[in-house]
């Protein structure tokens, strides 16, 4: 999902005054003198420890599983009682070491009830409130397949989950199937995730769906409350949707039934699409006005589609869009969108082709054969190949949404991590590669390294504030207004430091990358992406995951002392000591200049830092040239809370020894 730009998410908490930072002490002993162990920032970082499922390596383990949920549905959608009613029958394969006596099922429309946990934690108006709509799940019918015979199962409701007790033990590596039919009203504000607007419907969530069961935490049975995500299996899927004949559906998966839904020019349009780089409109405004868009104007359609190795189906539909398509390398990039957003999203599926492609070529191909962005009033979420996304001011707005959902794709459809706990592992890694989709598109605005800078700018303001929080927190325990920072600025400027800083961009992209190949329809954890980096990129990164992701600490390089003596031979010779003054730890970058108008540079690693972590002395010898002035972080490189400790000068302090 899209915190919408940098300065809306910074704009409500950055307007406070700006006080002066007197530097705060910081314990210097590593060890505690009562014989408690390191407790500094490179102390060795606890992780859960190794085993046959998840490896030393951060790569799976030998026996690694994760359990299969395949789903063929079907749906209708009344537009008259704004109801969309479901049938389902899914396949459920154990492929854990356990026998499994109940499942559980996520039934997230219950976060619309009255009294429901969502509405005692988000103000009914806000933006994951319920806006004191009433409305859930109603399960008609939940039924276990047992051969030729129907068990109605014992079930249980719980918020937006509900235990299912199984007619018989599930052993492992065993299927079981059931028939479920259910209905719900559609709200028309779905927590700013799914919803309507007019005759326009956005569907997402919209179908109970198992929980993971997994080797981590058994049952993931976190409640749906609005800002954190979702944690989901992988499988096959067939949707049917029956939606008044004037709609156009885009859905998750490939249109299997275009000759029963389509026009034959539509059909044609469709192929010129599939190779062409530039956008073809495929369904015109005039079309649909006309009703030439549709093969019948009365009744019903049925679209139908299929997706492979998905975890999640979401669909929209409008008698009013427009749908444009453009491919890169084979895949379908669309875009679905109503006359008043023409401007701009008349760009949108050329958007989506370049969003793919850059993800592609830089990342991880992209494995699925389309990517539909549609355009309705949420104002941005994703699933797998369908994007939602609101009007636009601008195109460069439009795109900053629009690259974002696309980046999804990767994380967390391909890289299946729990959104539900771990909302940074995908929005915080997404964010990080949009600042290379971004530079790609629109140069004018500024390259990668410029867009990484406007991020860590703002990160500095809020650790000046004091308003930060912790990357590893439970989404839905975040301030609401800190979400857009904790969850996807923070780790994203992180990631940008891990790369430029502390690995090298070489390093980094080729461990970052490992990551995703190693974890592609996987279940990765915090744990994995650590063990990965490390082990992909070759060096111990200890500290750095726990002073930007694990713990909260302020970064606050200084310059404490300078002696400056002149040696018998005429030499030049400088005593530097480096402070830190906070407890995060970082690189040092020293910019020397000279009498003579010179420049020389010096870097240090962050591992300097290891035997004192409050203090670093270097001394250097010059000749022919005497020193006036120091500078650390010259080009803003890192995060520093207080600036005014960077420079010495001759004559702006220091000592000087004849």
Known sequence: MRIRCLA?????????PLHAQAPQPVPRPRFDATGVGDTSIFAPLELAAPNVYRSASGAPGPKYWQNRADYDIKASLDTGT???????????????????????????????????LNSYIFP???????????GGDVVERFDQLLGTRRVAVKRRPNETVMKIDLAEPLAPGKSASFDIA???????????????????????????????????????????LGQGEFYLDYGDY????????????????????????????????????AKSGTPVHIV???????????????????????????????????????WDASSWSGILAQAFYRPSAVDPWADAADQTRMSIQEYSERWYRYPWPQMSAVEGPISGMEYPMLIMESKSNDKYALYNVVTHEAGHNW??????????????????????????????????????MTRALQERQLIEQVMQRNLDEPIDVGPDRINPQLLGIAAYVKPSVGLQLLRQEIMGPDAFDDAFRTYIQRWAYKHPTPADFYRTMEDAGGKRLDFFWREWFKQNPHFDQAIDTVITTKAADGAQHVMVMYGNRARGVLPIHARFTFSDGSVETYDYPAEVWSTNTTHYVRQYSFTGKTLTRIELDPDKRLVDVDRTNNTWSVSGGGSATP
């Open 8 to 16: 809306f998410v910074g704009a409500a908490f950055l307007a406070a």
């Open 182 to 224: 259910w209905h719900f009203v559609v709200p028309e504000h779905g927590a700013d995730r799914m919803g309507r607007e007019g005759a326009l419907y956005e569907l997402a969530q919209w179908y109970p769906r198992v929980n993971v069961y997994d080797d981590v935490r058994g049952w993931n049975t976190e409640p749906y």
């Open 284 to 322: 015109t405004e005039a079309e649909n006005r006309s009703g030439a868009s549709r093969p019948k104007t009365a009744g019903t359609f049925t679209w139908k589609f299929a997706a492979k190795n998905v975890r999640d189906v979401a669909w929209a539909a409008s008698p009013d869009y427009i």
């Open 124 to 134: 009914q108006d806000s933006r994951f409130g319920a806006r004191g709509f009433e």
């Open 238 to 273: 067939t949707v049917e949707i029956t939606v008044p004949a004037g709609y156009i559906v885009a859905s998750t998966g490939t249109l299997t039934n275009a000759r029963e839904v389509l026009t034959p020019e539509e059909i044609a349009r469709l192929a010129q699409a």
């Open 411 to 448: 994380f967390p459809m391909l890289v299946g991590s729990n959104e539900r706990v771990y909302m940074w592992q995908d929005e915080g890694f997404n964010t990080f590669i949009n600042t290379f989709s971004e530079a790609r598109r629109y140069p004018e605005r500024g390259d990668q």
């Open 82 to 116: 704004k109801t969309l009613r479901g049938s389902l029958r899914f396949r459920y394969t154990n492929n854990s070491p356990d026998s499994l006596r109940f499942i559980w099922m996520q039934m997230e429309q219950n976060a619309f009830r009255d009294k429901s």
